[in-house]
């Protein structure tokens, strides 16, 4: 059955999936989108992309070798696909060196509740591998792709900053930085993207992002400097100078699965560079509140919750917003019970209720129809309630200084 649905199965270009019965799914650095009302489908995507799947015996290896339970964003399958997971892990159990990097494109100064995700997971990997870590911020990105001048990219870099430290990042241990500044304090870091670009040719930009003759050339040499980061020799005042042994030193990237094209590039140029290659792990996107066909996105205001949100605007938001898996009627709804794989707030859960245990009994209550849609959206509204006022009031106590002192090129601590 699985072989026939692969053969039905048309490849389009970079991340579009498209088979007969014309469900499409779309996932590039720039668009995600399905037709399904369950959303992508993760598991074709992981294979076309060529990725490995997080099973259950791997998640069993963390819990082993960590000693505890794993995040439930690993457990319940949202970080669900890798690149070389495993191999960290092995570097982890062996004493040997890594670091973690992710980053961010500031485009917006509001950030919302899918951006949080990867932050979340990675702030939960710092503190269990102890390891540096370093995060880009790419306001050279967003103004070479969306309508803002170098001026506003740069402030909505500082501004989301803030959002990022508010996560809980530890200061001697991470290193966030703007493109645009580092550039220009940082020869090492230029060397990289120059190497990295001398390696590239414009026919591999085209097939695996897409882009084209008429795109500018400041978007095509671009990947080369997301790339860079990946190497330890763009850190020389956290790493030391480039030798043999930094360079075994691997980094893991935590974010979602579109930007995997970036980090496949770059898998491609580590061993000419004389690297081992990055490894990933990926999170699926956090459907917007009208439906898992699309992610949660900055500019759709009535379908993202956002971090700078009142609670009266999240719970008007979800209550008028939030698609349904429940049944028209309360007698239909207790008769035939809603349907979890749809229903946002259900979905929602998943991402934020920490207590498995409430979680499953709400799968269930609301799967027979015990409990409503106004039911499970109440449980919804007072949980992403508590997270973004949490959050509100950590940001609010983030100081310029302090933004500063995270994005000075300095020493970290770490242990080996
Ligand atoms: N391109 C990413 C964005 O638009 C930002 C980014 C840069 C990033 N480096 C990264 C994301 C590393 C994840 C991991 O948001």
Redesign the pocket.
């Given at each position: 059955m699985c072989e026939m649905y692969d053969e039905i199965l048309t490849e389009g270009l970079n991340g579009v999936i498209i088979n007969k019965t014309e469900d499409v799914d779309i996932v590039n650095?720039w668009n995600v989108s399905s037709t399904r009302a369950t959303g992508v489908d993760y598991e074709k995507l992981t294979k076309k992309f060529g990725c490995t799947k997080i099973t259950s015996e791997l998640i069993k290896k963390v819990k082993s070798i960590i000693n505890k339970d794993p995040h439930h964003l690993l457990t319940r399958g949202i970080f669900f696909a890798h690149r070389d997971f495993d191999i960290i892990l092995d570097m982890y159990v062996q004493k040997k060196p890594f670091f973690l990097?992710?980053?961010?494109?500031p485009s917006s100064e509001a950030m919302h509740l899918g951006h949080l995700i990867?932050f979340i997971f990675t702030k939960w990997l710092q503190d269990i591998f102890d390891v540096p870590m370093v995060i880009?911020m790419?306001d050279d990105?967003k103004f070479f792709w969306k309508d803002l001048t170098l001026e506003q990219t740069h402030t909505l870099a500082i501004e989301n900053a803030k959002d990022i430290i508010a996560c809980g990042f530890e200061l001697d241990k991470t290193f966030i930085f703007s493109d645009l500044d580092y550039i220009s304090q940082s020869r090492a870091f230029y060397s990289h993207i120059l190497r990295i670009q001398k390696l590239v040719n414009f026919n591999q930009i085209k097939s695996i992002f897409g882009l084209g003759e008429s795109d500018s050339i400041g978007k095509i040499q671009f990947p080369a400097v997301?790339a860079a980061p990946c190497f330890t020799g763009s850190f020389p005042h956290i790493f030391g100078v480039e030798n043999a042994k930094t360079k075994e030193m691997r980094c893991l990237?935590p974010?979602a699965i579109d930007?995997d094209p970036y980090f496949r590039m770059t898998r491609d140029v580590a061993p000419k560079l004389g690297y081992a290659k990055p490894a990933m792990i990926y999170s699926s996107f956090i459907p917007s509140l009208q439906g898992a066909q699309t992610k949660m996105s900055a500019s759709e205001e009535m379908t993202s919750i956002y971090l700078t949100d009142t609670p009266n605007q999240i719970k008007n938001k979800i209550n008028k917003f939030a698609f349904s898996g429940g049944k028209d009627t309360i007698e239909e709804h207790r008769e035939k019970g809603g349907d979890c794989s749809i229903d946002i707030p259900y979905q929602y859960l998943k991402f934020f209720m920490e207590d498995d245990k409430k979680l499953e009994q709400i799968y269930q209550d609301y799967t027979i129809g015990k409990m409503l849609s106004g039911e499970i959206k109440k449980q919804l509204i007072q949980i992403i309630q508590d997270i973004v006022k949490d959050h509100q009031e950590k940001r609010s106590k983030i100081t310029d200084e302090m933004v500063k002192a995270y994005m000075t090129p300095r020493k970290l601590k770490f242990s080996y």
């Open positions: 650095p990097y992710t980053g961010r494109g990867p880009q790419t990105e997301e990237i974010c930007q």
